[in-house]
């Protein structure tokens, strides 16, 4: 099966402007989560969807950060404005059954000048 | 809340040997979902193995296998034959059962395969 896809591979982006990641997961996976990774951390969830309904954004600073799902398959997660402190990688990842495991895109490494 | 934790930054081994990463977490569920996960420098996240902490008998998976002491909370990785492809971050990761609970991530133990 097709895995998780995500882009672009890598942004440089100045503090303060905006960008935008896409992914697309799994055919089939109904929940999709966002990841943020910074370097030398492990993951931590910024959002959760189940099909095109939000679970969990606990974590989401909802001041720059937003998210959809729309139609329940692709996503985007967009940063406005950006801060240096959101220089991280953001992981997409989509599940069938969150008690087997979570498959992961090989995420956006995002760098904030 | 869970956590997570991971004691050792670094580890580093000898090609053909065996290795062993901590893990421990603290959790107030009774059932719940435990993970090994891999990141290699392309960064995509690879589940190495999977543990139900109802099942006592540990989980293998090739050269993979952990050491769940469930009374602990501990869940290491054993990695038998170490080939230079292993080289990678190793994560390990926990879900609770209960509805609601997300993935949790520890903080990650570098490893590298010496030739």
């Known amino acids: 099966e097709a895995g998780v896809a995500q882009s672009p591979r890598y942004k440089i982006i100045e503090k303060r402007q905006s960008v935008a990641f896409w992914c697309n997961p799994i055919?089939?996976?109904?929940?999709l989560y966002w990841y943020q990774q910074i370097l030398g951390q492990g993951p931590k969830l910024l959002i959760q969807?189940?099909?095109?309904?939000?679970?969990?954004d606990s974590q989401l600073p909802k001041d720059r950060f937003s998210a959809e799902r729309l139609k329940g398959v692709d996503s985007t997660l967009k940063i406005q404005p950006a801060k240096l402190e959101d220089s991280a990688v953001y992981l997409c990842?989509?599940?069938?059954?969150?008690?087997?495991?979570?498959?992961f895109g090989s995420g956006t490494r995002l760098t904030v000048v | 809340a869970q956590t997570v934790t991971q004691s050792q930054p670094e580890m580093s081994v000898q090609e053909a040997e065996t290795v062993t990463l901590s893990c421990t977490y603290d959790?107030?569920?009774?059932?719940?979902?435990l993970f090994w996960y891999k990141q290699p420098p392309s960064r995509q996240m690879i589940l190495v193995i999977r543990?139900?902490?109802?099942?006592?008998q540990n989980a293998t998976e090739n050269r993979f296998s952990v050491n769940f002491q469930k009374a602990a909370k501990s869940f290491s990785l054993k990695i038998s034959d170490s080939q230079l492809g292993d080289t990678a971050m190793y994560f390990c990761a926990f879900i609770g059962a209960a509805s609601g609970s997300r993935l949790t991530f520890g903080e990650g133990t570098q490893l590298t395969v010496n030739p």
């Open positions: 969807f189940q099909n095109n309904g939000v679970v969990d």
């Open positions: 959790t107030s569920e009774s059932n719940y979902y």
């Open positions: 055919s089939g996976h109904a929940t």
């Open positions: 543990q139900e902490a109802y099942k006592q």
């Open positions: 990842a989509s599940s069938f059954d969150r008690y087997y495991g979570y498959t």
